[in-house]
């Protein structure tokens, strides 16, 4: 059996949303749709207006709030469609646990990054260097919580993230010139093999023609072919012709 107050809380929920949802005007909703078109392409919990410790509970309920604002049915811009496609399309990578895995871990580059400049800064700060090392970290954790701290993080992200992209895109360009590359040897490989084929083919074809020439001139070629001129012969016993050949005479 289900959890009764699980269902009355769901219950209170679409009730609160159709509420919300009633009282926003046209502009908010057009509004909404630009914000999310101009949203930084590689990083879904921008769309979704969501915090990177977000919980996959958390992106389900702000993409079923903000996917009713801009759904095609009930916003009139022009692009509600885009803006809603792009919103499932960012609830999808977060809900796919190696999506989301690799988004985080591009977080955590950043976070890190972030901290250790953060770091070097303090050691030639002598006041602020104190104060971390008596509060034990504390200070730490207030300065990441900040705005400031959030709003360098969300650009250091984006600029790690595209980073990452241009590179992904540089390789699968160079995976595609080399396919491009092997496509290629294969089939000037194909070619020439059908070149020699063809080549072996015909010179099979001549091979009855080649053999009657052969037995032709074996036996000695008596016969001259129609049309064949055929040089004078030899004639030993005239002495006045000097390409006469003469007999030789043996001691």
Known sequence: MGDPNKSTSTAEEDLLLKTFFAEVS????????????????????????????????????????????????????????????????????????????????QVNAAKEELLAKRKKHLKKDTASKIKSLVEEGKYEQQYERTEEFKQELK??????????????????????????????DEEETKEMWK???????QWEGTREQRVSSWRDFMKGGKKAKKGETRPPKLKTEDPNKSYVQRPVKRG
């Open 26 to 105: 046209e502009v908010e909703r057009d509004n909404e749709v630009i914000r999310i078109l101009s949203c930084f392409k590689l990083n879904p919990f921008e769309y979704l207006k969501l915090p990177f410790d977000a919980t996959p509970e958390e992106v389900k309920r702000q993409y079923r709030k903000l996917s009713l604002l801009v759904h095609p049915d009930k916003c009139k811009h022009p692009q509600s469609k885009e803006a809603f496609a792009a919103l499932a399309k960012a609830q999808q990578l977060l809900l796919d646990e190696q999506e989301r895995g690799y988004i985080l871990s």
């Open 195 to 201: 070149k020699k084929r063809e080549h072996e083919e």
């Open 155 to 184: 650009l250091k992200v984006r600029e790690i993230l595209t980073d990452q992209e241009w590179r992904r895109r540089k390789m699968q360009m160079r995976i595609s010139e080399e396919e491009g590359r092997l496509k290629k």
